[in-house]
Structures are given as structure tokens and as C-alpha cells.
């Protein structure tokens, strides 16, 4: 059987963060990278990966090294969806947690590269061809510990080249706060920007009901990750107090997680991420789950491997533009007159530099 897995292997490589990069909660330490390389008995290799933001890749690691990765060979990397319920089905006591997702989404990605290249495709088309170029907002100019001159001159700057929006962090300590560097900012772009803010789960359902109606009048893309993932109660009634959309996504580590708040309109924006969700297989089933309810999908980070995505889907709406691979990547994601171009190159697309990973490899 020429697609069966011959051999698989996992290994961690550190990443140094591209820019300080800080919320309302925490900070960008380094990116771990959890790589899954597969070969099959035709000569195809996969290489798909997961990643942490500086805690807990040795556990995804040990959790492909010791209980995952052993079950690959012999498998038909075509039976991508069996090969996923295989694993899952083998960790049921740690699943749904973000170890185990992270860990599937490692192996997933991997089998897509190998069935994108068996088919002859980019992933953009493998997954849907939806279209190839997609706006692209900015993130790396909103971090919290910016002071507000550094805020307006970096969504300046983002406008000057094309993008279409910025996403600020939010959740100083007042409401008032965040209302001035927010004000300076939209003040700076004019009207016909996007500009998104984002709390990080900071905040309490009341005190995100009363920021909400503080930014009245901003015009917010949205409000994210307002409150923690698991208040869905919560996020319903900030949802029903403001007509700016909530977005959600980042934190949920399972498909299902986005059902319920797609039903209770809690979710105006889906930001489902492919490494925590378990893989390329469950990012599209939220997707297309989001679809049927008229939401878009703006997933969270990893913008190298959700520029296909969000391609491949027809309510794909925005990638968030923070390059965090170039140290151990040959090439960058294009970007031509502000929107991202998802790589036409067969497989993910991901142009990798094995020696500079090598170079980086923790273990
Ligand atoms: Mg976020």
C-alpha cells in the first residue's frame, strides 16, 4: 500500500519571539515548536507541527514521543480522519485538553502535507480553493506595554502598507485607559480602518459589558477573547449588550466547544486556532460549522499555515499578520497590496530552513 506510514518522528524546536509581545495576562516567551515528520512507502514525507508560546511543549513532546507517534506506522496516511479518531480515541482520559490537541494537531498537519502532495495541490486548494488572497490585519504594532505614540505610529504604519486593520490589547487597569490609547488611535487612521481590540480573558462579564459601551463610538471590528473561554453564560449577555461582535476561538481546544457558543450567539467572530484545535481536520469542521451560522473565521496567530486555511473556506475573513517562523523558514508568507497570498506551492507551503532548525532543536 504505497500511502501506508513507513516511519514518524517527533522533535521540539525553541524559537525566539520575533517582538516583545504582551497582553493583559501574560507574555510571548519563545515559540516551542512540536514538529511530527512522516514518510510513507511511495517516498512522501510530511513535516506538520504544533506550537506553545514558551510553556509546556516538552509535555506535548513526551505525549507524541511516548503514546502518539508509536501508533503511526503501518497506518494509511490517506485515512486522514481514522488516523485522527485512532489517536484521540487512545488518549481518552487527556482528552479534550490543550496537550493532547496540540500533540493530534502535530500529526494532523503532517498528513496533510503528505495528501496535499499526493494530490498535486497547494493546501489552499486541497482544502476548498475558496480564493487565494485574503486581508490581513496587523498585531504586532498593539501589545500592552506600548505606549500610545508607538500604538498610532505602528497602525499608521500598517495602513501606509495596505493592511487592513490593527489589533490593539486592551485591559489596562480602567476602562479610561484603554479608552484614550484606543481614541488616540482611531483619531490617527480616520474612519475607513479596522481596528480590533483584545482583552485576552481579562476581564469579569460585567466589567466587559461596561468597557463595551466605553468604546461605543470606536467602531470596533470586534472585542476578543473578552472573558474566560469557559464563561459561555457570560459572553451571551456582553454579546446581547453591544452590537460590536465578540470574537472567540484561541483558547478552546476541541470542535465541538465552538458549537455551543455559534448556537447561544455568543461568537459574532470565530478566531479557531489549527494547532489548538487538534489539526487542519477539526479547524475545518468549526469553520464550516461557522459558516452555517453566517459567522466569519479570523483564526488566531500562526498566520504561515492559516493563510491556506482561510483561503480554502468561503467565510474565511481575515489572517492576523505575526510573522514568527522566519528565523527557521527560507521565505515569508507573500503579501501583495496589503493581503496575504496563500502559497501555491504543493503541500502546506511552508518553506522550511531544516538547517536552521536543526540548529535550534532542543530535543
Ligand atoms: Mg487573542
Redesign the pocket.
Known amino acids: 500500500m504505497a500511502s501506508r506510514i513507513t516511519a514518524a518522528r517527533a522533535f521540539l524546536v525553541d524559537v525566539a519571539v520575533e517582538t516583545v509581545r504582551t ?1 493583559a495576562v501574560q507574555s510571548f516567551l519563545k515559540q516551542e515548536t512540536i514538529f511530527v515528520e512522516i514518510t510513507t512507502e511511495d517516498g512522501l514525507s510530511g513535516l506538520g507541527y504544533s506550537y506553545t508560546i514558551g510553556t509546556g511543549g516538552r509535555a506535548v513532546l513526551s505525549m507524541l514521543r511516548d503514546h502518539l507517534v508509536p501508533q503511526l506506522v503501518g497506518l494509511d496516511s490517506d485515512r486522514i480522519e481514522a488516523v485522527w479518531f485512532q489517536l484521540f480515541a487512545s488518549t481518552r482520559a487527556t482528552t479534550t485538553g490543550a496537550i493532547t490537541s496540540l500533540a493530534l494537531a502535530a500529526v494532523d498537519t503532517a498528513l496533510w502535507d503528505i495528501a496535499a502532495k499526493r494530490s498535486g495541490l497547494p493546501l489552499w486548494r486541497l482544502a476548498g480553493g475558496f480564493r487565494r488572497d485574503v486581508p490581513l490585519y496587523d498585531t504586532e504594532g498593539g501589545w500592552l506595554h506600548l505606549p500610545t505614540e508607538d500604538l498610532v505610529a505602528g497602525a499608521l504604519a500598517s495602513k501606509a502598507n495596505g493592511l487592513s486593520g490593527v ?1 490593539l490589547k486592551i485591559g489596562k487597569p480602567t476602562g479610561h485607559e484603554d479608552l484614550e490609547r484606543l481614541s488616540a488611535v482611531r483619531a490617527a487612521v480616520g474612519g475607513n480602518f479596522d481596528i480590533m481590540v ?1 482583552a ?1 480573558q481579562s476581564m469579569t462579564s460585567t466589567e466587559a459589558i461596561r468597557r463595551a459601551r466605553q468604546f461605543d463610538g470606536l467602531d470596533l471590528a470586534w472585542i ?2 473578552p472573558l474566560p473561554a469557559d464563561d459561555i453564560e457570560g459572553h451571551v449577555r456582553l454579546a446581547a449588550s453591544t452590537a460590536t461582535p465578540i470574537a472567540v476561538g ?1 483558547s478552546m481546544y476541541s470542535a465541538a466547544q465552538f458549537r455551543e457558543y455559534l448556537d447561544r450567539g455568543a461568537a459574532g467572530i470565530v ?1 479557531v486556532d489549527v494547532a489548538r484545535v487538534g489539526g487542519i481536520t477539526p479547524w475545518l469542521k468549526v469553520a464550516h460549522l461557522a459558516e452555517t451560522f453566517n459567522v466569519h473565521v479570523c483564526p ?1 496567530f500562526l498566520m504561515e499555515l492559516h493563510v491556506s486555511l482561510v483561503a480554502a473556506v468561503p467565510n474565511g475573513r481575515y489572517v492576523e499578520h505575526i510573522p514568527q517562523l522566519r528565523a527557521i523558514t527560507r521565505t515569508e508568507m507573500e503579501i501583495a497590496d496589503g493581503r496575504a497570498l496563500a502559497p501555491e506551492t504543493v503541500g502546506l507551503g511552508i518553506d522550511w530552513d531544516r538547517d536552521a532548525m536543526e540548529d535550534r532543536i532542543v530535543e
Open positions: 497582553d489589533k483584545d485576552n476578543e477573547e484561541e478566531q488566531h
